[in-house]
C-alpha cells in the first residue's frame, strides 16, 4: 500500500501534496489522540512513509476536559523526540496546539500564553453545534497581538452553511484549515460538501491531517492521492510547506 502511495504522489504534478502536516494528535496520553507512545511513533512512521517531512502536532487544548499548558506540551514533545531518535526515525517534530475557543483561550491570549507554529499561527476550533461568543473577540485579540487565527476543520460545523457564512468568517481575518478526510467523506457527507464548496471557492488556507489513530491513517492514506486533491490544490494557495 506504501509503495502505491508514493508512487502516485510521485507520478502526480508535486503541487498537489505537501510535505508538512499542520494538524494532528499524535503526542501521546495528552487528549483523545494517540493513547502511547508506540501507537503515536507508529502512525508518525506511517506519515514519514507517505511522504511528510515535518510534522506539527496539535494536542487540544480545553479547560475541563483537556487542561494541557505550553509546559506540559514541551515536555511531550522533548519525550516524543527522544524515542524518535532512539528509533531512528528522521522527521522534523514540532508542537502547538489545538485551542478551543472559550473565555479561558482568551485569557491566555492576553497573557500571550500560545503555542503558535510557524508565522505566529494559532490553530483554534468551535462547538461544532452552535456559534461561539467569545469567537469574535478572541481573534480581534489574537490580531491586536500580532497572531494570524486558524480556524480548523470549518466544513465540520453545523451552523456554517453557506458560502456567505464563511466570507464573513473571512473578512474577520481567520484563516481556515480544512481536514483531508473531510474531503474523502469520512465526515459524512455534509462536511464533505463544505470542504468541497471551500475548495472549490479558493477559501481554504491550510490542510491537515487531524490524525488521532489508526482508522484515521487508513482514510488518510486513500484521501492523499484521490482526484479530489487536484480541486484542493488547483483552486487554493495552500502554505503548509511556506513553515
Request: charged share 25%; proline share 2%.
Amino acid at each position: 500500500m506504501f509503495n502505491f502511495i508514493k508512487e502516485k504522489i510521485l507520478k502526480n504534478d508535486s503541487k498537489l501534496f505537501t510535505r508538512t502536516d499542520i494538524h494532528s494528535h499524535l503526542m501521546p496520553e495528552l487528549d483523545d489522540g494517540c493513547e502511547s507512545m508506540e501507537k503515536s511513533i507508529q502512525l508518525i512512521q506511517q506519515m514519514q512513509t507517505i511522504g511528510y517531512k515535518k510534522l506539527i502536532v496539535t494536542p487540544h487544548i480545553m479547560t475541563d476536559k483537556y487542561p494541557n499548558s505550553i509546559k506540559i506540551i514541551k515536555q511531550a514533545l522533548f519525550e516524543l523526540r527522544g524515542y524518535l531518535k532512539v528509533k531512528n526515525i528522521n522527521i522534523e517534530i514540532e508542537a502547538a496546539a489545538e485551542y478551543f475557543c472559550d473565555q479561558s483561550f482568551i485569557k491566555l491570549i492576553k497573557r500571550n500564553e500560545l503555542l503558535s507554529f510557524g508565522n505566529k499561527y494559532v490553530l483554534f476550533e468551535l462547538p461544532y453545534t452552535r456559534e461561539s461568543r467569545y469567537m469574535e473577540e478572541a481573534v480581534k485579540e489574537l490580531l491586536n497581538r500580532g497572531y494570524q487565527p486558524v480556524l480548523a476543520h470549518p466544513e465540520r460545523y453545523r451552523f456554517l452553511n453557506t458560502v456567505l457564512d464563511y466570507r464573513d468568517l473571512k473578512k474577520l481575518g481567520i484563516l481556515f484549515q480544512v481536514n483531508i478526510n473531510a474531503i474523502a467523506g469520512y465526515y459524512g457527507k455534509e462536511a464533505q460538501k463544505k470542504s468541497l464548496m471551500l475548495s472549490s471557492k479558493g477559501m481554504v488556507d491550510f490542510i491537515g491531517s487531524d490524525i488521532h489513530h489508526q482508522k484515521h491513517m487508513d482514510v488518510f492514506k486513500k484521501a492523499v492521492v484521490s482526484n479530489y486533491m487536484e480541486i484542493l490544490f488547483r483552486n487554493n494557495k495552500i502554505l503548509n510547506d511556506t513553515i
